[in-house]
T-cell receptor
């Protein structure tokens, strides 16, 4: 089945530094990937939709200059948290849809394992 | 996107069936009913989806009401590894954005 690999699984950084999170579709091509953020005891909040070869579409309230998304190939999307601050500490999750999948008509998504960011 | 309503939490015993309900009274004709689950500190995992007919797969069964305003995810024999938050989500076929609620936190007792 479809597999999405997310790296790193956890990262600790100092305030003011930038952190890059990678999301790879291992056995399928993903024209669209989604980035979510999840705070403790809360649900997933969609941050942005990443489209291969074009600019990402950000949800309302998400700073596109702070959360840089790049989707340069059909198998890789990256999220860079620039000038991270403690309030950016969260669980970041990516997902992708498999356009070859027989489920594609229903838009079934495969998720990465998530990346836990802690900003000191 | 149409909204879903789920109980905040449920409890089950190991080896027993579990029925997780979901209400979606404003569902539209093109909305698929998706179920995902999220284990602690992990990304969500696809469980099952359906449109009108009941569905079965190796993980679970999905029973959809005739009027499609509600559905039930059925775990036939709960195991400790099934303890997770279960999300019921509606998604139209041409829109890949999934809107997540708080889901149902399932506890499984040994």
């Amino acid at each position: 089945g479809a597999v999405v690999s997310q790296h790193p699984s956890w990262v600790i950084c100092k305030s003011g530094t930038s952190v890059k999170i990678e999301c790879r579709s291992l056995d399928f091509q993903a024209t669209t990937m989604f980035w979510y953020r999840q705070f403790p005891k809360q649900s997933l909040m969609l941050m942005a939709t990443s489209n291969e070869g074009s600019k990402a579409t950000y949800e309302q309230g998400v700073e596109k200059d702070k959360f840089l998304i790049n989707h340069a190939s059909l198998t890789l999307s990256t999220l860079t948290v620039t000038s991270a601050h403690p309030e950016d500490s969260s669980f970041y999750i990516c997902s992708a849809g498999d356009r070859r999948s027989r489920y594609s008509g229903a838009n079934v998504l495969t998720f990465g394992a998530g990346s836990r960011l802690t900003v000191l | 996107d149409a909204k879903t309503t789920q109980p905040n939490s449920m409890e089950s015993n190991e080896e027993e069936p579990v029925h997780l309900p979901c209400n979606h009274s404003t569902i539209s004709g093109t909305d698929y009913i998706h179920w995902y689950r999220q284990l602690p500190s992990q990304g969500p995992e696809y469980v099952i989806h359906g449109l009108t007919s009941n569905v079965n797969n190796r993980m679970a069964s999905l029973a959809i009401a005739e009027d499609r305003k509600s559905s039930t995810l059925i775990l036939h024999r709960a195991t400790l590894r099934d303890a997770a938050v279960y999300y019921c989500i509606l998604n139209a076929g041409n829109n890949r954005k999934l809107i997540w609620g708080l889901g149902t936190s399932l506890a499984v007792n040994p």
